[in-house]
């Protein structure tokens, strides 16, 4: 066993990366020594802006040696009259073997020539060779370059190679048009704190070696290094660091020695909202903002930076931050007093000159119909005037501040400084909540929006994205989303689930397809279809949402997705939670054999689903037996059972009925009592069937039993 390393040393790699990179090899690698016998005992990844680099512990020096057997041509082929054919001697001389060592076998494709060879075990050495190259060049990532007069691309100009086995040094060459990088043991540390070469006598002393050199290798030790110094250095300074998972995984992958290095900027940009002074330093300079204390977002004019360069120049680091930081956040606030110098609704003309989609119009054009959507929500909801009043102006506003100065220059304020905007214009506090949250959620880690107004507009707003790209004819397709749709389909989902809103979406999906129809700005070649289009692309998010979000069973939610689940988005997820209840706690086994029985005979008759009531559906007088007499008292006593459960969604009461229904339909099967469903005379099959049919149109109000697996 050995140790082998392979260190690939660039000019400085964009973070992004090398976080990618090392990923990629994590798959990669592994698996390929794997599939060549020489899997070693451990595999460590590192990598710094200047460096990937891959250990390998434990690895065999080479592979086991191994007996193949060969499949060879028919034995027809390779033999006639008893002597090789020139078939046999050509797949002989293939494998390096004499004619007498091939061997003839039947098959159940015939009879076949074979061969056993050893082969023996190659070095690995020899394999790395091979190998490594493909590791290094087969990597992929966005805006590689060339550099020399080669032809080599890699996301920065590779300057050096370290391959050791143990001690010895893996003669490997890459070649870049004149340029030559052949690999050795000297690698390179700190490009400021140890400018010198760093000699490698063993693969082993490498990680050591590199933190001599001022170069922590490893990215999770050198993130935990980073946010241990900014939290400490927090608390010296009395403030709560602000430290984005994202950020702190960025800043760990451009710097090879972390330092924190404090900044500070002046008082007078606390009066700025303090959003845009965090996303100028999250997002622009790479600074962890300090808070005054874990609530709220009220910042202490402090910062920290970590630095890659020399500690002992910390200060002369600290004033170059700051006065960056001053001229942006300057800039900031020239924005922020440029744009409050008018009201809010003034920007809104302005929308007509940004383009929302080429075929759907602009902006305001966009803003106009997220009204007219939020005005049909508000009638389904029956709101009245006030909250109305609130919902028109928001809807009105809700896009405004994208024409203002400071959401040009940073567009992750969108919706924050139309909340801030509005305010300052003497909106009313409904409505510029109503600006920020009808964004929200923005990604998978976000709250969704807490007020009515804020609820309504974000479902306008997504609703009106989803009909008009649906419209152009860009649905998604495979992982491609460029619009994000199914994000926003999700989003208005979850948005009616967690708020409780009682919506008919299918009806809201046709009318707003119709206001398409009739706007004549907007081409609508088939209306229809595209209805169904927007029908099916919900009921797939319900089924993707109740699985993976609620955890719900695959056939449980298959269940609930009959054609009125769009109809009431809340009753399909609240069936959907109760059957999954009901199989956890063993009550679905009660109903579940008698339901399903009656459902698939059922399906032999002609009476319509929606039918609930055995008056005019079944003749009495064509009931032969006592257990048909049964059955149908059971389904009457039933009947203001499914309809109490229909009105208030608690199928607590349903079920229980369910229960009470199946031992006297067990009997109707299965008892002294019981019948053929099936009889010769039509009338009384047709009753049979009916009640069969009545039955299983009681438990469709809760869920196709059919579609159920059973546990």
Not at 213 to 228: F, K, N, S, T, W
Not at 570 to 583: E, G, T
Request: aromatic share 6%.
């Amino acid at each position: 066993m050995a140790t082998f390393l392979l260190e690939v040393g660039t000019e400085e790699l964009p973070a992004s990366f090398v976080s990618d990179a090392l990923h990629q090899w994590q798959t990669r690698i592994p698996a390929e020594l794997a599939e060549q016998a020489l899997a070693p005992e451990a595999v460590r990844f590192y990598g710094t802006p200047r460096r990937l680099a891959v250990i390998l512990d434990g690895l065999p020096l080479r592979q086991p040696d191994r007996r193949e057997e060969v499949k060879g041509p028919p034995a027809q082929a390779a033999f006639k009259d008893g002597q090789p054919t020139k078939a046999a001697e050509g797949f002989a001389k293939s494998r390096g073997v004499d004619v007498s060592a091939l061997e003839v076998r039947d098959t159940d494709k015939g009879a076949f020539v074979f061969v056993n060879q050893d082969i023996p075990g190659r070095a690995a050495t020899d394999i790395l060779a091979e190998l490594i190259p493909q590791w290094i060049l087969g990597l992929e990532g966005k805006r590689f370059m060339r550099w020399g007069e080669g032809d080599l691309r890699f996301p920065r100009p590779i300057r050096w190679l370290v391959a050791l086995m143990d001690s010895e040094v893996l003669p490997l060459t890459l070649e870049n048009g004149s340029l030559v990088c052949t690999s050795d043991r000297i690698s390179q540390g700190h490009r400021v704190l140890h400018p010198d070469p760093v000699s490698l006598r063993r693969a082993q002393d490498y990680v050591e070696a590199l933190r001599d050199a001022y170069v922590e290798i490893d990215p999770a030790a050198r993130r935990l290094l980073i946010q241990h110094q900014v939290e400490e250095t927090a608390k010296t300074l009395g403030g709560v660091p602000m430290i984005s998972p994202a950020l702190l995984d960025e800043v760990t992958n451009l710097v090879e020695w972390p330092t924190a290095v404090v900044g500070k900027f002046d008082t007078e940009f606390l009066d700025l909202p303090p959003e845009v002074a965090i996303i100028e330093m999250e997002s622009h300079q790479r600074y962890f903002p300090l808070k005054q204390n874990a609530d709220g977002l009220a910042l202490i004019p402090v910062f920290i930076t970590i630095s890659n360069g020399d500690p002992s120049k910390d200060a002369i680091i600290a004033e170059g931050n700051a006065r960056v930081i001053r001229a942006r956040l300057s800039d900031g606030k020239f924005f922020f007093d440029a744009d409050r110098a008018q009201p809010l609704d003034a920007f809104v003309a302005k929308l007509e000159t940004v383009t929302f989609e080429e075929r759907l119009g602009s902006m305001a054009a966009k803003v106009k119909r997220i009204g007219t959507v939020a005005d049909h929500l508000c009638d389904q909801l029956n709101l009245g005037a006030q909250p109305r009043q609130h919902i028109r102006r928001a809807a009105y506003l809700c896009k405004a501040d994208l024409v203002t100065q400071m959401v040009g220059e940073f567009p992750e304020l969108q919706g924050v400084m139309g909340q801030k905007y509005a305010l300052h214009s003497g909106e009313p506090e409904a409505v510029a909540t109503a600006i920020v949250e009808h964004y929200l959620p923005k990604g998978a880690q976000d709250s969704l929006p807490q007020t009515l107004a804020g609820q309504v507009v974000g479902i306008a707003d997504r609703l009106d994205t989803l009909v008009g790209i649906f419209s152009t004819g860009q649905l998604p397709t495979g992982s491609s989303d460029p619009f994000a749709l199914r994000r926003a389909a999700n989003a208005v989902l979850n948005i009616i689930w967690a708020a409780g809103l009682p919506l008919n979406l299918a009806k809201l999906l046709n009318t707003v397809v119709q206001d398409f129809a009739q706007d004549p700005n907007l081409a609508i070649d088939a209306p229809e279809t595209l209805r169904t289009q927007l029908h099916d692309f919900f009921l797939q998010r319900v089924q993707t949402l109740l699985q993976d979000e609620q955890g719900i069973d695959y056939d449980l939610v298959n269940a609930v997705l009959s054609d009125r689940a769009l109809n009431d988005p809340l009753d399909v997820k609240d069936r959907a939670l109760f059957l999954q209840a009901m199989r956890r706690s063993g009550r679905m086994d009660k109903v579940y054999e008698t339901v399903n029985r009656a459902t698939r005979l059922a399906a032999q008759g002609t009476l319509d689903t929606n039918v609930l009531d055995p008056e005019g559906v079944i003749v009495e007088a064509k009931l032969e037996a006592k257990a048909e007499q049964d059955f149908l008292a059971a389904l009457k006593t039933l009947v203001p059972q499914t309809q109490a459960a229909q009105a208030s969604h608690d199928y607590d009461q349903l079920v229980a009925g369910l229960e009470q229904v199946a031992p006297v339909v067990s009997g109707f099967f299965d008892g002294p009592d019981s019948v053929l469903v099936m009889a010769d005379e039509p009338a009384v099959r047709q009753n049979r069937l009916n009640l069969l049919g009545l039955l299983r149109n009681h438990a469709l109000v809760l869920g196709d039993f059919g579609a159920i697996v059973k546990g």
